[in-house]
């Protein structure tokens, strides 16, 4: 009896234990499902959070910056005025009792007067010579593409004035790019100056320089900068016979592209037809010198003002750059393949953090490796085919190592790479 009631009911009691089993498994499947999607809610709303954060951090730093350049111009205005007024006030009433005193002596009506100044006006640009031959209009050409623009000549004729407008729109990028490689070429150049330096001073046991910095590069700029300025005020003083002061002002306003044109030289004496080597020289002072300016403002720029900027955003941009252009899971998919979105906790995600993470390690592999070959001494006395296996570990270092700034690329405070040599390279 007992044997057939356990036969009888022994199916129903599992089917009842199976019925709660899978009930409890349901229900632990969407407790965790739920678990799940309330993690990702709660990851999104942090990274809402952050984000919404670092915006406010850059509106709030993008209000400073407008707010003190405006107090920067009512500073420099209420400067000005303090300091010109009076000067130009006291200008304006010479010039006028001199009209006066011209008016009774020679009997001249205020219209002839006028007619008078007109002509002498116009005739100012024509005591430098021809101003539209080959030589004058070089000047001119070069004043246009550097942004300089003095005004102490201007196309009068239609076909001049839009030949020079579309001559401006090409010529000014062009230069502004040149002068930012040229500049940049010549911090390279620099820096390899003074690894040179800095080896050869070792190979002679004198140890003045055991680490380049960036702060030496800086010094050196600027004492070539110095050296120009200095250069170029003893020649325009010496025949524009200018003063000292006045010199070093017109170079000052020349290499920053302000060029108010209240001192602009090879502008008396037809020089321009008579001097034809202080033109070539005037010429190729502002082209150099505007590279030399250049160089050294963008060291200013990266050594102090990246610092204050989104240093934040600028080290995270690099490394996005640095892993976009490395990772090949970065780039665009096949069309037949549909597009797949990238998330936080994805395997995908997963897989190019560690790709990220491997390049990153190699990177700093390598990084250990080149300084070992910039600080032993073992690569002088190695042999020729040592030496070529230190340069091909030293290219590949090149070829691996992160990003830095260039005319291209974003700024940052790493300047590095404009003194990271090996010993066994040339300066290209």
Known sequence: MSENFENNYRPRVI?????????????????????????????????EKRRRKFLHRKSIRAV???????????????????LEYDADEQLRNEIAQIRNEMQQKYNFTEKDFNELEKIVIH????????????????????????????????????????????????????????????????NTFIGFCLLK??????????????????????????????LTIALGTFVFHKFENWSWFNS???????????????????????????????????????LCGLAIFSACINLLILEFMASNADIVTARTRIRRLL??????????KPKEEPKKVVEPGNANYASRLSRHYRLSRHSELLDGIANDLKTKETIKKAKKKDKKFFANVYRLYIQNRPDYFTVRRLPSTYIDHLVNFSPTDEYL
């Open 248 to 286: 070093l002002y017109y170079i000052v306003i020349t290499f920053s592209t302000i060029g108010f044109g209240d001192l602009v030289p090879l502008q008396t004496g037809g020089r321009l037809q008579k001097a034809p080597g202080y033109v070539f020289f005037t010429i190729c002072f502002i």
């Open 197 to 226: 330096i800095r080896q050869i001073l070792a190979s002679r046991k004198i140890f003045i320089l055991p680490e380049i910095k960036s702060k030496h590069l800086l010094f050196v700029s600027l004492s070539i900068g110095t």
């Open 15 to 47: 089917l009842k234990k199976t019925r709660r089993s899978s009930s409890a498994n349901g229900l632990l499947q969407r407790h965790s499902a739920i678990k799940i999607k309330m993690t990702e809610e709660t990851g999104q709303l942090e990274h």
């Open 64 to 82: 400073r910056l407008i707010s003190t350049t405006i107090v920067y111009l009512f500073f420099g205005a209420f400067v000005f005025s303090f």
């Open 323 to 332: 892993s976009l252009r490395r990772s090949t899971s970065f780039q665009q």
């Open 123 to 186: 005739a100012i640009p024509f005591s430098a010579g021809y101003q539209w031959k080959f030589a004058g209009a070089l000047y001119f050409c070069t004043v246009v593409v550097t942004t300089v623009g003095y005004g102490h000549s201007t196309p009068a004729t239609v076909n001049g004035r839009l030949f020079c407008m579309g001559f401006a729109l090409i010529g000014i990028p062009l230069s502004l790019v040149m002068f930012q490689s040229v500049g940049e070429r010549v």
